[in-house]
């Protein structure tokens, strides 16, 4: 069995990046479970043409996140060299709850991948929680994070304040929220 991908043509990687950016597009202004069939639509193509590059909403949902899940794993080995590590930690999860709280729904949707093995973004959403691993138990050895604290119970938080977030006013309506909870997170 050959399972190497053969290159896309021309007028399908064309199709391919339409779907996408239409697909970003939605999701930002309706939320992960925005209509296929108008992303579709709005890319010019059909819906069988968007089921042939993506089989799953998932799998549409994965490639339009893995960008930036791969960069908020690179964030996390970045910030494992910083002088304070309960600072490095909130600066992470501050980018990765801006992250979360661009398309409605996506907290959600990831709160659910990370229990879900089969889901095409698991393995995604796993790449990203092993980075920020480090810097938690890089904060519980400082002395300056509670040492019951888990990743996983950060990541649930983060997308809790994420989807709060969505429903206060102003800029800083996340910065504000992490504040509030790294003020309990603390060490004593």
């Known amino acids: 069995m050959d399972t190497v991908k053969k290159p896309l043509r021309a007028d399908a990687r064309r199709n391919y990046e339409r779907l996408l950016q239409e697909a970003r597009r939605a999701f930002a202004a309706h939320g992960v479970d925005a209509s296929l069939e108008e992303i579709a639509r709005q890319a010019g193509v059909g819906i069988g043409t968007l089921y042939r590059h993506f089989p799953t909403r998932e799998d549409l949902v994965e490639t339009v996140l893995r960008?930036?899940?791969?960069?908020?794993?690179?964030?996390?080995?970045?910030?494992?060299?910083?002088?304070?590590?309960?600072?490095?930690?909130?600066?992470w999860l501050a980018g990765m709850g801006e992250q979360s709280a661009r398309y409605r729904g996506l907290p959600d949707l990831m709160v659910d991948?990370?229990?879900?093995?089969?889901?095409?973004?698991?393995?995604?959403?796993?790449?990203?929680?092993?980075?920020?691993?480090?810097?938690?138990?890089?904060?519980?050895?400082?002395?300056?994070?509670?040492?019951?604290?888990?990743?996983?119970?950060?990541?649930?938080?983060?997308?809790?304040?994420?989807?709060?977030?969505?429903?206060?006013?102003?800029?800083?309506?996340?910065?504000?929220?992490?504040?509030?909870?790294?003020?309990?997170?603390?060490?004593?």
Not at 80 to 90: G, V
Not at 133 to 140: G, Q, T
Not at 147 to 153: G, L, M, S
Request: with cysteine; aromatic share 4%; charged share 25%.
């Open 67 to 91: 960008e930036g899940f791969d960069t908020q794993a690179e964030v996390a080995r970045e910030l494992l060299d910083s002088p304070e590590p309960l600072s490095a930690l909130k600066t």
């Open 113 to 188: 991948v990370l229990n879900d093995e089969t889901s095409p973004l698991y393995a995604s959403c796993h790449a990203m929680r092993d980075g920020v691993s480090h810097l938690v138990e890089r904060a519980k050895a400082s002395g300056e994070l509670r040492a019951d604290v888990t990743v996983n119970e950060l990541l649930v938080v983060l997308h809790a304040l994420s989807w709060a977030s969505e429903h206060l006013s102003g800029d800083k309506g996340l910065e504000r929220l992490l504040d509030l909870v790294f003020a309990g997170l603390r060490a004593s």
